[in-house]
């Protein structure tokens, strides 16, 4: 079985720094393509950035461009997204996603595992 544990998030004033750390467990073998995804109350979940198997190729979503990053590690499947320069509207639930394909997706079908997601907060 697959896991997929997060953490960092937490409350941050506006212009502030968080960065996100996600971790794959279990019956992993090879490496996943990973991403994040978030969720705002009363919103639907989209697509935040997204990274390949291999780490030579990311995405993002345009509202994010620019102020955030993510890497990863290629062994134990560990991603991480520094989030610089946050807004109000950045406020929301973070979610981990790996999945078993090459490149790099940003339709959630696409992944097979999801973490149980960290709240961020942005205050003004």
């Known amino acids: 079985q697959v896991q997929l544990v997060e953490s960092g998030g937490g409350l941050v004033q506006a212009g502030g720094s968080l960065r996100l750390s996600c971790a794959v467990s279990g019956r992993t073998v090879g490496s996943y393509s990973m991403g994040w995804f978030r969720q705002a109350p009363g919103k639907e979940r989209e697509f935040v950035a997204a990274i390949s198997w291999d780490g030579g190729s990311t995405l993002y979503a345009d509202s994010v461009k620019g102020r955030f990053t993510i890497s990863r590690d290629g062994a134990p499947n560990t991603q991480y997204m520094q989030m610089n320069s946050l807004k109000r509207e950045d406020t929301a639930v973070y979610y981990c996603?790996?999945?078993?394909?090459?490149?790099?997706?940003?339709?959630?079908?696409?992944?097979?595992?999801w973490g149980q997601g960290t709240q961020v907060t942005v205050s003004s």
């Open positions: 996603a790996a999945g078993t394909f090459y490149g790099i997706r940003t339709g959630q079908d696409s992944y097979h595992y």
